[in-house]
């Protein structure tokens, strides 16, 4: 089962810092995400969704591949490529995989303009390394599905900028 954290910042620009730190932690194996996505709150106080994976131009590209590939079949592969890339991005369009866009959106709603906020699933993690990693950026945990220990224990390692607690979230 994975574990939902959000953490607000104080900037437009550090949530998605933190986004790409976490992804290079993965690709080192120190984590292991379900999902990951930004919500900003921009000046005016317009929210804007940013996910990690877009998923109707992921959807256009497999539709199209397999479309081609039957329309080929068929003696017709543009026409299979075309209908096979709508058909793909319409079906990713209408696909929520990870954080509910909803829940996070109502989140953003709330949030002070010129500010950003992180929402991550993670399904496995090595506690020390990430945290040791995101600390130096800061930020309030707004929302998890940790522990009450745990929650606090994650804030007081964003809190104390970089100072790591021997007993860190899970």
Known sequence: MSD??????????KAEEVRLTLA?????????????????KDKEGKVKLKQAVNLPAAGALSGGFWGLLIGTL?????LGAAVGAASGAVGGALT??????????????????????LFV???KVTPDKVLEEIAPYGGKV??????????????EVLSKHGVSLDSAPA
Do not use: C, N
Request: aromatic share 6%.
């Open 4 to 13: 939902l954290v959000a953490i607000a910042y104080d900037d437009e620009f």
């Open 121 to 123: 699933l993670i399904r």
């Open 24 to 40: 290079k932690l993965q690709r080192e194996h120190l984590i292991e995400l379900e999902d990951a996505a930004v919500v900003v």
């Open 74 to 78: 068929f003696l017709a592969p543009v």
């Open 96 to 117: 929520d995989i990870g954080v509910d866009d909803k829940f996070m959106k109502e989140l953003g709603e709330t949030m002070q303009p010129g500010t950003s906020a």
């Open 142 to 155: 707004i929302r998890t599905s940790l522990s009450k220990d745990q929650e606090s224990q994650l804030q």
